[in-house]
């Protein structure tokens, strides 16, 4: 667990860097140019050194966590705690982070948090993907992203199963989330985005309430299912 919870962080924090280093539009910058103050701009180049940073908290802290916590315990506390600080989990879980007692435990929940952290973010690419406006570098990129997104579903990307069409709040669904913990039952809490060829689900899950929003694809339609041995969910 700890050692995909590092893989997850390292995504979700080269990301966050990532977004913060991609080269202003000649709008935004004529905007940050001719603001009032020099606020924005500074906020702007305060959100880039605030990545970089996070970046080499977690590198140091992933060198030197046998140092600072020796025993497992410790450790697996101080993973889970320093990943919902770096990663800005929302606040609702890191209380119950506070409040387990069952560091395993602690550590699901954070995966959970991460995957799901990192599944928006794709969501996010893709539509930023499809954006046409402004100019320059960037949009040149979308431009050629949102063909080859094109070029994917005229050849066959997979769709999403018939079933898919009848989610809605309320609706029982499965997810896999891992090898850990296999098939998850919850409840959609939210009516379905739809973004594309996929959906955005926000599930609440049964065995601790956590709440994540997730996408629903068809290259992962096989992480989804109707739940087993209930009825009445669909048609």
């Known amino acids: 667990l700890v050692k995909e919870i590092f893989q997850a962080l390292d995504e979700i924090l080269k990301a966050q860097a990532e977004a913060t280093a991609t080269p202003l539009s000649p709008l935004e910058m004529d905007i940050l140019e001719n603001a009032p103050s020099s606020a924005p701009m500074a906020?702007?180049?305060?959100?880039r050194f605030d990545a970089?940073?996070?970046?080499a908290v977690f590198q140091t802290f992933a060198s030197s966590l046998l140092d600072i916590a020796p025993d497992e315990r410790d450790r697996?506390?101080?993973?889970?705690?320093?990943?919902?600080?770096?990663?800005?989990?929302?606040?609702?879980?890191?209380?119950r982070m506070l409040a387990t007692t069952d560091g395993a435990a602690r550590l699901r929940a954070v995966l959970r948090g991460?995957?799901?952290?990192?599944?928006?973010?794709?969501?996010?690419?893709?539509?930023?993907?499809?954006s046409l406006g402004g100019g320059g570098e960037t949009d040149a990129r979308s431009l050629r992203e949102a063909e080859d997104s094109r070029k994917e579903l005229r050849v066959g990307t997979p769709k999403l199963p018939p079933?898919?069409?009848?989610?809605?709040?309320?609706?029982?669904?499965e997810y896999y989330w891992n090898e850990d913990e296999e098939w998850c039952l919850g409840t959609v809490a939210e009516d379905p985005v739809k973004i594309m060829d996929e959906i955005i689900l926000t599930v609440k899950f049964d065995d601790d309430g956590s709440v994540h929003k997730l996408p629903f694809r068809g290259d992962e339609k096989a992480r989804w299912r109707p739940p087993m041995g209930?009825?009445?969910?669909?048609?």
């Open 163 to 173: 079933w898919a069409d009848q989610i809605r709040k309320g609706i029982r669904v």
């Open 230 to 235: 209930e009825s009445g969910a669909f048609d």
């Open 43 to 47: 906020r702007a180049i305060q959100r």
């Open 76 to 95: 697996t506390f101080a993973v889970a705690m320093m990943a919902g600080e770096l990663a800005n989990l929302p606040s609702d879980l890191r209380a």
């Open 114 to 130: 991460l995957s799901s952290a990192l599944s928006m973010d794709s969501a996010r690419r893709m539509t930023r993907s499809l």
């Open 52 to 55: 970089e940073e996070r970046i």
